[in-house]
């Protein structure tokens, strides 16, 4: 794909419109406001399944105007397909955060790998269940 005859500008345009790169990008970001508004609220006193909840409110906000607007480049509504799939995240992050919990394990540690594997599926559930058309 990269060859000495394309110019690096255009190397990452053509990168960037690859939804799964697009989606790990803005992904990125998103874990990572994910993470310090998580790490906030537990850290000022908030237990960790209130903590992850209010995360999700937040997130579910942020997280699906970036991927509909960015990473799919849709402009139809798909927050009723969007929210269902954020509780199921939801969810699960919790039952996995009790278990670390109850096994000891740091909190900000568990939370930090619970996020990383569930961002690949994610972008797979929300690709073919989500923003398909």
């Known amino acids: 794909m990269f060859s000495k005859n ?3 500008i255009d190397f990452i345009r053509i990168l960037f419109n ?3 790169v697009r989606y790990f990008f803005i992904g990125g970001i998103n874990t990572m406001l994910s993470f310090l508004s998580f790490s906030v609220l537990y850290y000022i006193g908030f237990h960790y ?5 209010l995360n999700l409110v937040i997130g579910v906000s942020i997280s699906y105007y970036n991927h509909r607007r960015f ?3 849709k402009n ?3 927050l009723e397909k969007f929210v269902p799939i954020c509780l199921v995240y939801f969810f699960l992050n919790s039952i996995l955060l009790k278990i670390s919990d109850d096994a000891g394990f740091n909190i900000y540690l568990a939370y930090l790998l619970i996020l990383l594997p569930t961002s690949i599926i994610n972008y797979f559930v929300l690709k073919l ?3 398909k058309d």
């Open 18 to 20: 690859k939804s799964i």
């Open 49 to 53: 399944i209130i903590a992850a909840f």
């Open 76 to 78: 139809f509504d798909y």
């Open 129 to 131: 269940f989500v923003f």
């Open 71 to 73: 990473t799919f480049k």
């Open 6 to 8: 394309i110019p690096l």
